[in-house]
């Protein structure tokens, strides 16, 4: 045998004894054909029952789904909010929590209706001739269609809930339970009968909610027209004419008076048309403030004569200008203080149509002037009217264009002294037709906001000033509060996220009039109530309501027939009485959803009142307040704990989507493209709280966010394969950088509950895309690959202590990673988990994971971290001139040594790191072991191994 060394080694490929990480879990995710079958999967495991069952007797979380309306198929703004829904019960759930889910919908009222109209329409028949449950069970088809069309596209979304039993607004029970929740409204004395001016719209000849509304801007034509002054206390001005101020041209013929301020100060001028030098000048009367905005519209020349208050004014008599027509129009119209009388604009003298607005209702109804009626469901003026009747629709622009009939026979009347189609405004329009409304005085059915409940009404209320306030409830010792302040008490019991919400829904509340609750349409839950036709006085008889509601819950809103009145009255006669047509506003219906989904026993896992409701900011005005309402004058608070609002999507650029504008953006297609965990992580990742955006650049961002987090669970299952039990190692154990890293996941698990807690779910995500690329794949996972890889035999019969730490801590970081984003990446995670325990059931099953708390020395480790940033941005230089060719080549020298020289070149990937002067970077002289690459002092030659590597393989 030679005495030469053996070199054979030297070449060796190592290879084959490293730890190479193996899992078939894809790096491609190929989410739109793996999401349906697992989704496929949960529905026929009954998923959703496993977790009920699970949960069972655990602390409960109640959340009460506002309900989407049942027309159409999903946009972003669903998908939006029904992941946020999804991610609060499944967050909720997560903590160990029973947080049942029932999805619902709003199936009533004007939008379905609108479409059988249209598709009579196409036909050419006339709605009004099809029998009305013939009509009505056309509308039930069309919106149960929607119904199941919306649940599987929300199921596909990876939305969870009882979606085999969810709430309809039109099932027979449902409009029972929202009949009798009308009649404790009628029975308390709340509700009443009455003329007021209300959103009209001609279009679709119904009333409409404020919720039912949207502005938009608009160009309208506005005219200063002249009132005669026919008697004052003032003898200058006999003769001179009011001047009033409009941009609704067909009010002027229902004008019954003129409003002033006492407060203003006015003046008599002349004006001179600047037209003709020749036209005589005529007086007239105008607030001082706005003389100049008036010259400026009536193009002339105004000198003031006389100056005096406004209060002087009282007494004041005009005649219309077309009192030539004589009845209706010869009338004398007052003058009438009012406090609502500004000078922001107009000429301080405002018209009066108690018809046609709500300050003039009130002004003129307080000084015994009725509204006429003369504009009828359609938008036209009466036929019999003396001026203008049956002629043009008063939403018709070219109707009060300055060329158009009115402003036409004004100026023939010599009353009209200026027109212009010029003033740009924002109007309201019915968000469902886009036409104008109007302000049209008709009786209606109301609840009454400022009327004083019974106390026994209001059990819920005093309880809570009690507590609240130390018994503060003089003022209200012999009567109940009113509706209003009810639910003002209601909103300051109640959290709300953002906080400004609060602001939004307590000034609404605090400025609405009472709550309009009939509509004239066919669609809807029946106002059904009997009026008596001698007194005009409403039927409260509770065993007549109880029949009403029996035969409701049996045959739906049918029941509610001419034919059935005897039964319901009983021994009344029913010629005597009066049977309301008209249907409930269907505000009202989604507002009693708490009743018959919290309180009615038919999902047992309920309970009221709901510790949060989750809508957009719009429902402010909309379901938040319609449920506030319906509570507070039923039980006396609200049927929440907590209101949680988002903000709208724009497009990318900020833009408001819209159909004409061809930049919306379909959740199905975003979901056949790229998958709904990507949407998902798209709507829990965006400020949700704001309005916010939607884009393909955008979109492309959540996708690599969403790549980076695939690949952290794909090293994690590499990296842990085969890991077993008897594997893992104790804590105190574990060097430092493990026991940072479990400090680390322990203060991000504080950080996670907190922003549970808050419901700020785009911190939750944010912080859980964070730490897996910051902290793990960037730091934790780069530094100890070569731990991972190379302290362990070929045959996995030997691994070093450190090793066992590591794969110990991603053990506690797989179980906690997998189940915090669970709420997140529905789909994905169950892939996930279901690679690493193939017979290990649902992810969705398991808790919040239980993280060790363990202390590390933050601040230290924020130095060592900051220190490894800037070696890693010093050797990069080198590595583009190609003087090293990895950070292994490299040899430091750093100011301070704040671990030992080989803590630090571990925590750094470098060859060796020393103390010096500065912080320097130069290539070792250091060969590279065979096997782990490292460059070391102790390998004499490329190819020999470390002493590590030779302790490894010798094992």
Known sequence: MSDAPDTTDLKRDYRPTVFL?????????????????????????????????????????????????????????????????????????????????????????LPIEWKIEEQYRKKKLNKDEVPPKEFRAECRAYAQHWVDVQSEQFQRLGITGDWDKPYLTMDFQAEATIVSELYKFAESGQLYRGAKPIMWSPVEKTALAEAEIEYEDIVSTQIDVAFEIVETPIPELIGAHAVVWTT??????????????????????????????????????????????????????????????????????VRHPMHKLGGFFARPRPFLAGDFV???????????????????????????????????????????????????????????????????????????????????????????????????????WFVAMDKALPRDHCAHFFQSRWENEGGAVAPFAKTGPTLRQLGLNAISATRFVPEKGENRIRSMVEGRPDWVLSRQRAWGVPIALFVERKTGELLV?????????????????????????????????????????????????????????????????????????????????????????????????????????????????????????????SPLDLMKEHGADILRLWALSVDFTEDHRIGKEILGGVADQYRKLRNTFRYLLGALADFGEEEKLGVEAMPELERYMLHLTAELDEKLRQAVNDFDFNS??????????????????????????????????????????????????????????????????????????????????????????????????????????????????????????????????????LATPAELAELFIVSSVKQGDALTVSKTGNHKCGRCWRFLPEVSDDGELCARCEDVLNA
């Open 541 to 665: 008889d509770e065993l007549v309501n109880a029949r009403i509601v029996e035969a409701i819950a049996k045959q739906g809103v049918d029941a509610w027939d001419p034919e059935n009145a005897a039964h319901f009255l009983g021994n009344r006669n029913p010629d005597d009485y009066e049977m309301v047509t008209d249907i409930l506003d269907v505000w009202f219906d989604s507002g009693c959803t708490h009743v018959f989904v919290l309180e009615s026993g038919r999902w047992p896992d309920q309970r009221w009142p709901a510790d949060l409701y989750l809508e957009g900011s719009d429902q402010h005005r909309g379901w938040f307040q319609s449920s506030l309402l319906e509570s507070c004058g039923t039980r006396g608070r609200a049927p929440f704990n907590a209101v949680l609002t988002h903000g709208f999507t724009m497009d990318a650029k900020g833009m408001k989507m819209s159909k004409s504008l061809g930049n919306t953006i």
């Open 21 to 109: 990480p193996k899992t078939d879990f894809p790096m491609k995710a190929g989410l739109p054909q793996k999401e349906p079958v697992i989704a496929a999967r949960w529905k026929e495991e009954g998923l959703y029952g496993q977790v009920r069952k699970a949960r069972a007797g655990r602390e409960k979380f109640i959340f009460h789904d506002g309900p989407p309306y049942a027309n159409g198929d999903i946009h972003i703004g669903h998908a939006l909010n029904k992941t946020l829904k999804d991610m609060v019960v499944r967050t909720q759930t997560l903590l160990g929590k029973d947080a049942p889910y029932v999805p619902g919908w709003d199936c009533h009222g």
């Open 764 to 897: 939750y995500t944010r912080l859980l895309s964070d730490f897996a690329n910051n902290d793990l794949s960037a730091f934790y996972f780069d530094i100890r690959k070569d731990i991972l890889y190379c302290e362990v035999n070929a045959e996995g019969g030997f691994q070093t202590d450190k090793r066992r730490a590591y794969r110990t801590v991603l053990d506690v970081m797989f179980n906690a990673l997998v189940r915090w984003l669970s709420p997140v990446l529905v789909f994905t995670t169950e892939e996930v988990w279901g690679t690493r325990h193939p017979d290990g059931g649902s992810v969705h099953l398991l808790e919040w994971p239980d993280v060790p708390s363990v202390p590390a020395d933050d601040g230290r480790w924020a130095k060592l971290r900051e220190l490894r940033a800037q070696v890693t941005e010093t050797i990069e230089p080198l590595r583009r001139e190609k003087i090293v060719g990895s950070s292994l080549e490299a040899a430091v020298t750093v100011p301070e040594l």
């Open 248 to 317: 609704t041209p067909w009010t002027i013929p229902v004008n019954q008076g003129i409003a002033y301020s006492p407060e203003v100060e006015y003046v008599l001028a002349e004006f001179q048309s600047g037209m003709s030098d020749a036209e005589p000048r005529q007086k007239i009367l105008v607030a001082k403030s706005l003389l100049e905005q008036v010259e400026d519209r009536l193009i002339g020349s105004i000198t003031q004569v006389r100056r005096f208050g406004g209060s002087e004014l009282a007494g004041t008599i």
């Open 342 to 444: 500004t000078t922001d604009q107009g000429t301080g003298l405002v018209h009066m149509a108690p018809d046609h607005g709500e300050d003039d209702f009130e002004l003129c109804k307080a000084n015994g002037i009725d509204p006429v009626f003369a504009v009828d469901a359609g938008g036209f003026y009466r036929p019999d009217w003396l001026w203008l009747g049956g002629q043009g629709s008063v939403i018709n622009n070219k109707f009060n264009a300055p060329d158009g009939p009115i402003c036409s026979d004004l100026r023939e009347a010599g009353a009209l002294l200026a027109a212009s189609a010029d003033f740009r405004h924002s109007y309201p329009h019915s968000w469902r037709s886009k036409a104008k409304v109007i302000y049209r005085c008709t009786p209606q």
